[in-house]
């Protein structure tokens, strides 16, 4: 069974690298900018430097990143209101959602279908399973970049 799972749970991180891109094709994104997206859809305007920390990224790649999702009118540099010498990127919240919203709207409905289809147990053993594995993966992802 463990064979299975991690059988699966490999064909499911392909599925999801795949889908990703297909979405950010369809907005006229890489897959990577449109996960860097994410980035600040999740946690809000920040540095270069706290871009490069959540992702993984020297600031010299991360300043390419911002570059190319300003020109995309993703994104926008300001000064930081409590200290002005810091840049903060700032997401344009709207028209990233008008941009990317589009591509999600079909797989919404059908992950609605997809949920109708388990028990509320059954959905409680499925969140327990990703919040631990996002868990684990954000450990493995630390001793990666540690060793």
């Known amino acids: 069974m463990i064979g299975e799972i991690n059988r699966l749970g490999r064909e499911m991180s392909t599925a999801t690298v795949v889908f990703h891109q297909a979405v950010a094709e369809k907005a006229g994104l890489s897959g990577a900018d449109h996960k860097y997206v994410d980035v600040l859809f999740r946690n809000g305007s920040m540095t270069a430097g706290e871009m490069a920390e959540h992702t993984g990224l020297t600031t010299g790649a991360v300043t390419g990143v911002i570059d190319r999702l300003e020109k995309a009118g993703l994104v926008r540099r300001e000064r930081d209101p409590a200290d002005r010498r810091k840049v903060l990127v700032v997401l344009d919240e709207k028209a990233a959602r008008e941009r990317i ?47």
């Not at 919404?108 to 289809?117: A, F, K, P, T």
């Not at 147990?121 to 540690?146: A, D, G, M, N």
């Open 101 to 147: 919203s589009p591509a999600f709207r079909h797989m919404q409905q059908g992950l609605g279908r997809l949920y109708d289809g388990f028990s509320e147990q059954e959905l409680q053993v499925i969140k327990r399973y990703l919040e631990s594995t996002i868990t684990f993966y954000e450990s493995q992802i630390k001793q990666l970049r540690e060793g």
